[in-house]
């Protein structure tokens, strides 16, 4: 169990927000009406069975997807008052992602794929590899700068994107099975770097796992089945 911290301002407050899809004519509810608050420096793990709607609130929390009801602050702007680009933006600038298959660009060196999302704030060429080098040696990988993914091992290749997600200095970071593809070394060894980041730097950390030792490390469990969370602990 990671150690207490205090709360701070809430950076995403989810109200009643449900999601909705059509599918071959029928509609099908992932969200049936989630309430849910993400505060600075939070710690808290999504569990629950395939199908229960936890891969759906990731991708509402993350902005890569919009609530089909309900309202959803992130920082506190209404999601739905936002255009594409607007949210986009937001996105940029809130939220660092970490995804189980890594999603690096595989011909790009890591020091790149790291710089990727500052590219899209336009920060200039060398501050951005400045930027990337520094986060890259935060998850202690300063003597891998220009090997690519191809060049590295699993546990390498998540702690890039790890880097990656962190290097625009996020207020959340979002986890979706991070250690899903890792053995248990290196599985631990990324935990470790999220757990620092969260207690070093204020980083609020959510993970949606399946792994009930990876998510008794959280200081909340959050557990979500038939679009519902049933239990916040």
Do not use: W
């Not at 992130?74 to 890594?102: H, P």
């Not at 248990?184 to 070093?200: F, P, Q, Y």
């Not at 490390?217 to 557990?223: L, M, V, Y």
């Amino acid at each position: 169990m990671a150690p207490e911290a205090e709360p701070g301002p809430a950076q995403i407050v989810a109200d009643g927000i449900t999601r909705s899809y059509r599918m071959e004519g029928v509609s099908v509810d992932a969200l049936r009406g989630v309430s849910l608050t993400i505060e600075e420096g939070d710690y808290a793990a999504i569990i629950g069975p395939s199908g229960s709607g936890k891969s759906t609130l990731m991708h509402l929390l993350g902005c890569l997807d919009r609530p089909t009801s309900g309202k959803l602050l992130i920082r506190g702007r209404d999601v739905s008052s936002l255009n594409d680009s607007e949210l986009a933006e937001l996105r940029n600038q809130t939220i660092g992602f970490v995804f189980q298959a890594f999603q690096l660009l595989p011909r790009t060196t890591a020091i790149e794929n790291v710089a990727l999302p500052l590219v899209y704030r336009g920060v200039r060429r060398a501050e951005r590899r400045k930027r990337a080098a520094e986060a890259l040696e935060a998850v202690n990988l300063g003597h891998r700068l220009t090997h690519k993914p191809t060049q590295m091992s699993g546990g390498e290749q998540q702690r890039v994107a790890i880097a990656r997600a962190l290097v625009g200095e996020p207020a959340v970071l979002l986890a979706d099975e991070p250690t899903g593809n890792l053995d248990s070394v290196n599985g631990d060894e990324v935990m470790a770097i999220l757990e620092r980041l969260n207690k070093d730097r204020g980083v609020a950390v959510v993970l949606v796992t399946h792994e009930a030792e990876i998510a008794a490390r959280a200081r909340r469990i959050i557990r979500v089945r038939d679009g519902l969370i049933e239990e916040a602990v």
